[in-house]
T-cell receptor, first 117, second 113 residues
Framework: EAGVAQSPRYKIIEKRQSVAFWCNPI?????LYWYQQILGQGPKLLIQ????????DSQLPKDRFSAERLKGVDSTLKIQPAKLEDSAVYLC???????????????FGPGTRLTVL | AQKITQTQPGMFVQEKEAVTLDCTYD???????LFWYKQPSSGEMIFLIY????DQQNATEGRYSLNFQKARKSANLVISASQLGDSAMYFC??????????WGAGTKLIIKP
């Protein structure tokens, strides 16, 4: 079974530029998460999708961040314009959430390391 | 309010020794789940072990076990017979509504040869 795919793995941009990250979850996983992980901290949830609908985007800075999952499979996270404080690792995770399962663990991709200069 | 607390920013452990990573949590929900993830320097989060709030026994997965003390609200990870490959960041997380995870700040574990 293929894992969660993310691209690019690394990205360096200057402030005020835009950037986009792509995520393809594990096949069949309806729930998809985007996290921001600043160096030395735990992940912070940015947005959670269930199929192509948004479950929670309360911590997404909507003035500059946007995310979509149009067909309920892969997803794109965009930052426009980027700020210095956006430098972080952006992690995508997916989960097969089911009431019949107990654990419902999240599976993570390798992440995209963003550096904003 | 912080809900997951990992009090050990970093730990050094001799290879082959056992190590305990601390995690305390705070919730008023009677139904919750606790997870431990490992994050090597490559960056990917790897699921290690899960403990449900109603589980009567402590969870075990190979060399990993979870010391679950519900009354004290602690869920410490125990790694037996540590190996060099265990060097990584370790995160404790608690599942809340909508299957979201609340994460601790992590503990950096370094195994010395």
């Amino acid at each position: 079974e293929a894992g969660v795919a993310q691209s690019p793995r690394y990205k360096i941009i200057e402030k005020r530029q835009s950037v986009a990250f792509w995520c393809n979850p594990i096949s069949g996983h309806a729930t998809l998460y985007w996290y921001q992980q600043i160096l030395g901290q735990g992940p912070k949830l940015l947005i959670q999708f269930q199929n192509n609908g948004v479950v929670d985007d309360s911590q997404l800075p909507k003035d500059r961040f946007s995310a979509e999952r149009l067909k309920g499979v892969d997803s794109t996270l965009k930052i426009q314009p980027a700020k210095l404080e956006d430098s972080a690792v952006y992690l995508c995770a997916s989960s097969l959430v089911s009431g019949r399962r107990v654990v419902n663990e999240q599976f993570f991709g390798p992440g995209t390391r963003l550096t904003v200069l | 309010a912080q809900k997951i607390t990992q009090t050990q920013p970093g730990m050094f452990v001799q290879e082959k020794e056992a190590v305990t990573l601390d995690c305390t949590y705070d919730t008023s929900d009677p139904s919750y789940g606790l997870f431990w993830y490992k994050q090597p320097s490559s960056g990917e989060m790897i699921f290690l072990i899960y403990q449900g709030s109603y589980d009567q026994q402590n969870a075990t997965e190979g060399r990993y076990s979870l010391n679950f003390q519900k009354a004290r609200k602690s869920a410490n990870l125990v790694i037996s017979a540590s190996q060099l490959g265990d060097s990584a960041m370790y995160f404790c997380a608690m599942r809340e509504v909508n299957y979201q995870l609340i994460w601790g700040a992590g503990t950096k574990l370094i195994i010395k040869p």
